[in-house]
Nanobody
Framework: VQLQASGGGLVQPGGSLRLSCVAS????????IGWFRQTPGKEREAIAC????????YNQDSVKGRFIISGDNAKNTVYLQMNMLRPQDTAVYYC?????????????????WGQGTQVTVSS
């Protein structure tokens, strides 16, 4: 079982990035997927989650109206579209999967983790 996260990079404030999380070894149809982020000295936090089966989503207040989580079950992939990026969005972003039918913001609820992708928002 593997999760491969990609799409990070350097972007100017106000710009956009799309992160992808591709799963192999299991299907996302009946899974919950979460995008977390972590900055040095801080705990990893859930910023967007989705229950693949029902399409229900969660967005942390700081990213509401800017980030969109979506899934493509046919491609076994979950995306995080990040718009209007701010310097405070700079972090390592991780995707995680849980064998749950409903999303969770709790880190320990997730069974599988991707390797992380760096997002840097700077002019």
């Amino acid at each position: 079982v593997q999760l491969q996260a990609s799409g990070g990079g350097l972007v100017q404030p106000g710009g956009s990035l799309r992160l992808s999380c591709v799963a192999s070894g299991f299907t996302l149809d009946y899974s919950a997927i979460g995008w977390f982020r972590q900055t040095p000295g801080k705990e990893r936090e859930a910023i967007a989650c989705i229950s693949s089966r029902y399409g229900r989503t969660y967005n942390q207040d700081s990213v509401k109206g800017r980030f969109i989580i979506s899934g493509d079950n046919a491609k076994n992939t979950v995306y995080l579209q990040m718009n209007m990026l701010r310097p405070q969005d700079t972090a390592v972003y991780y995707c995680a999967a849980a064998r749950l039918t409903h999303w969770s913001r709790v880190e320990r609820a997730y069974d599988y983790w991707g390797q992380g992708t760096q997002v840097t928002v700077s002019s």
